[in-house]
C-alpha cells in the first residue's frame, strides 16, 4: 500500500473499520428506532451537518442541477441501497446477506466496464478472491431467506452500485463536501418520506444505548464512512472502493471476537485471511488518480 497516497489510505481504513464496526451499531439502534426512519433520520442529520459546516467554510449552495444530479444519486444509493437492505434483512439470514453484499464489487466492476474501464487481469483476481473469501466466511452462518428478501436485497445492491458509478461517470454533484451534503440530504428525506408512508412505528422503547447507537451512525457512519467511500469513488478504480464489501465482515467478526467473547473459527480466519490477500491484490494492481 505504500504507493497509495495518504488520503486515499485514510479513506480505505476509514470504510474497512467503521463500515465494519456499524453492524452492532445498527443492531442496538433497531431496538428502538424502526429501520426506514433510523436510517433516514440519520443521514438528514448528517447532510445538515455537513452542509452547514460547508455554508460556514464559504463554499458554494449547490445549483438546481447539482441538486438534482446529488439527489438522484442519494435516492438510489441511501434509498435504495442502503433502504431495501434494511427491509430485505427481515426475511433473509444475516449470512445469506453477507454473501449478497459480497457480489457489489463484481457488479460495480461490471457496470464501471460498460462506461469503458474493464478491471485489469489483476484486479479480477483480487475481486473473485475476495468474493471466495467472503463466501467462505459466511458459510459459517444460516443461508435463509424468502423470495421477496431476495429480491429486495437484488434491488438494494444494483441500486447501490448504480448510484456509484453514476457518480463516477455520468452525473456531477456539487464540489467536495457540499455534493456528499446534497446526496445525504434528499437521500435521507427520501427515507423518512417512505418510512411515514408505510406507517413505521417505534420498535421499542427508547434507550440510552439506542440513542447513542444512532449518533455514532450519524457521525461515525456517515459523516466520515460514507464521505469517505464517495471520494474513493473519485479517486481510485471501483474494485478497490468496493472492497469494503470483503473488509466488513472481517472486522465485524474480530470485534465480537474482542469484545463480545465470540469463537473465531479456523474456517473464518482461513476465510480472513484470503480477504485479507485480496485487498493487497487490489491495493497494488492500479496507481490511484490524481
Not at 438510489?76 to 444475516?94: D, I, K, R, W
Amino acid at each position: 500500500m505504500r504507493h497509495l497516497p495518504r488520503s486515499v489510505l485514510t479513506a480505505l481504513l476509514t470504510v474497512y473499520i467503521v463500515w465494519g464496526s456499524t453492524y452492532f451499531a445498527i443492531q442496538v439502534a433497531l431496538e428502538s428506532f424502526p429501520p426506514l426512519m433510523m436510517i433516514g433520520t440519520r443521514f438528514v442529520a448528517a447532510g445538515s451537518i455537513l452542509f452547514l459546516w460547508q455554508l460556514w467554510r464559504g463554499a458554494t449552495i449547490p445549483t438546481w442541477r447539482e441538486w438534482r444530479d446529488g439527489g438522484i444519486i442519494g435516492i438510489l444509493m441511501l434509498g435504495g441501497g442502503t433502504g431495501l437492505t434494511a427491509c430485505a434483512e427481515q426475511y433473509v439470514s444475516s449470512g445469506l446477506t453477507a454473501v449478497f453484499i459480497a457480489c457489489s464489487p463484481m457488479i460495480l466492476s461490471g457496470l464501471s466496464g460498460l462506461f469503458g474501464d474493464w478491471p485489469r487481469r489483476h484486479e479480477w483476481l483480487g475481486i473473485l478472491c475476495g468474493f471466495a473469501g467472503a463466501l467462505l466466511l459466511a458459510s459459517d452462518g444460516e443461508f435463509a431467506a424468502k423470495p421477496v428478501g431476495v429480491i429486495l436485497l437484488l434491488a438494494a445492491i444494483l441500486c447501490w452500485d448504480v448510484g456509484s458509478i453514476l457518480s463516477q461517470k455520468k452525473l456531477k454533484m456539487a464540489a467536495g463536501g457540499m455534493g456528499f451534503a446534497s446526496e445525504m440530504l434528499v437521500g435521507g428525506l427520501f427515507l423518512v418520506v417512505a418510512s411515514i408512508l408505510l406507517g413505521e412505528h417505534a420498535t421499542g422503547p427508547v434507550t440510552f444505548n439506542a440513542i447513542a447507537a444512532w449518533f455514532y451512525l450519524v457521525t461515525a457512519g456517515s459523516l466520515l464512512a460514507f464521505t469517505a467511500y464517495m471520494y474513493l469513488l473519485s479517486k481510485v478504480h471501483t474494485g478497490l472502493a468496493a472492497s469494503y464489501a470483503y473488509v466488513n465482515p472481517v472486522i465485524a467478526v474480530a470485534l465480537g471476537a474482542a469484545f463480545g467473547g465470540e469463537h473465531i473459527s479456523l474456517k473464518a480466519m482461513l476465510a480472513m485471511a484470503i480477504i485479507l490477500g485480496s485487498v493487497m491484490v487490489l491495493t497494488s494492481s492500479r496507481k490511484p488518480a490524481k
